[in-house]
């Protein structure tokens, strides 16, 4: 009881916004639990960790933490943390975003943020569906999955976020689940120590809308699933291929070394002003 009294009265907004806008059993607030854990973890002080969202479900997060926040516009929130950062790179900016809000919308400045490589750490919940807006198809919907907007089935494949962000450019790229809750905490405490621009895909459950809309289950049933369905890489190549069919590999899936855009920025800067 000490730990969590600590943790609420230190790092969460509890005279101004709460009871939160979540749904019961909605993964999002264990997540935002895994960050502030891991920020903690870190020793980092509030007044320099800046966190920025857009507009969704998990958007709603920096409304309720006491650290310097942005509520951003929709799809917005690299382009809004990149001008953060590059005015003070000595900040730590943590991003939290949707699937939607990331890879629809916002999924020219998701590339081009994983090609540019700022020193950016990326929270991006993936819940399978746009679930403030109503159970809309997202680009993360598997495929003949239902939702409001594909009553007969989504006939579009859908996005592979970690190999995305892989092949736009990003140095560090892991996942987790809400399910492997001391994984994921530890994994957002490597992401945010990573220099250049660092993505935790989380697989989160939307039971309002995807799962019913579905027939998977309320909260209990869904999380099941991740257990279920999740192999930590380390383990992946012990298990025979067919039992990895329909699975997911969790931890850190990519890790190397670039050179981080803010210090070439500067390189620029002093280049250009030496000649001047």
Not at 231 to 257: C, H, M, N, Q, Y
Request: charged fraction near 20%; hydrophobic fraction near 40%; include cysteine.
């Amino acid at each position: 009881m000490a730990l969590l009294s600590k943790v609420t009265h230190q790092y969460l907004r509890t005279k101004k916004q709460f009871p939160n806008v979540w749904c019961a059993g909605c993964g999002i607030g264990t997540i935002m639990g895994a960050i502030i854990r891991a920020i903690d973890g870190l020793k980092l002080p509030q007044d320099d960790v800046v966190m920025v969202s857009g507009i969704g479900c998990s958007s709603r997060m920096p409304v309720y933490v006491d650290f310097n926040t942005l509520h951003a516009t929709h799809g917005r929130p690299l382009a809004f943390a990149t001008g953060v950062k590059l005015a003070q790179p000595n900040l730590k900016v943590i991003i939290i975003t949707g699937d939607g809000d990331a890879l629809a919308i916002g999924g020219n400045h998701f590339i081009h943020a994983c090609r540019r490589n700022i020193d950016l750490t990326t929270i991006l919940i993936n819940n399978s569906t746009y679930g403030m807006t109503g159970g809309q198809v997202a680009p993360t919907t598997p495929f003949m999955k239902i939702g409001t907007t594909a009553p007969y089935g989504n006939r579009e494949r859908s996005f592979d976020i970690a190999k995305l962000a892989i092949a736009a450019g990003a140095p560090f790229v892991a996942r987790g689940t809400v399910y492997h809750m001391v994984q994921l905490r530890k994994l957002v405490e490597e992401a945010i120590q990573k220099k250049g621009f660092s993505l935790v895909e989380v697989i989160s459950h939307c039971h309002t809308l995807y799962g019913r809309l579905n027939k998977e289950g309320g909260a209990i049933e869904m999380l099941k699933w991740q257990k279920e369905h999740a192999i930590p890489i380390s383990a992946a190549g012990k298990v025979p291929p067919e039992k990895l069919r329909g699975k997911f590999l969790t931890g850190v899936l990519w890790d190397i070394d670039f050179p981080e855009y803010c210090e070439e920025y500067d390189k620029v800067m002093a280049e250009a002003q030496g000649k001047m």
